[in-house]
């Protein structure tokens, strides 16, 4: 089942989050066979202030789990995090469902 993983940067943390970026993509490249697509959100000067990833996994609790495990929410880096299943209708320009 799919899920999008919506984070949203704590204020001020930008620092935080580029001293924790190594690890978070060594959790993410670990990861790859679960992960659609992912990526960060930007400001409107475009530096990231938060981050988009689609998750394949079973079931939300799978899905919170991934979240929980992810070095940038061990770090404190976001505020908040919104996980919601995903239902995907598009792909690489492709209507699937």
Request: aromatic share 8%; net charge negative.
């Amino acid at each position: 089942m799919l899920f999008a993983l919506i984070n949203t940067d704590r204020p001020g943390s930008f620092d935080l989050r580029m001293a924790t970026r190594p690890a978070h993509l060594a959790y993410l490249e670990a990861e790859t066979a679960r992960i659609i697509s992912g990526g960060a959100l930007l400001d409107a000067d475009g530096k990231p202030n938060g981050s988009l990833l689609v998750i394949d996994v079973a079931d939300r609790a799978e899905a919170e789990a991934f979240a929980a495990a992810d070095p940038y929410t061990k770090a404190g880096l976001f505020e908040g995090t919104v996980v919601r299943p995903f239902r995907q209708v598009f792909k690489d320009g492709v209507k699937v469902a």
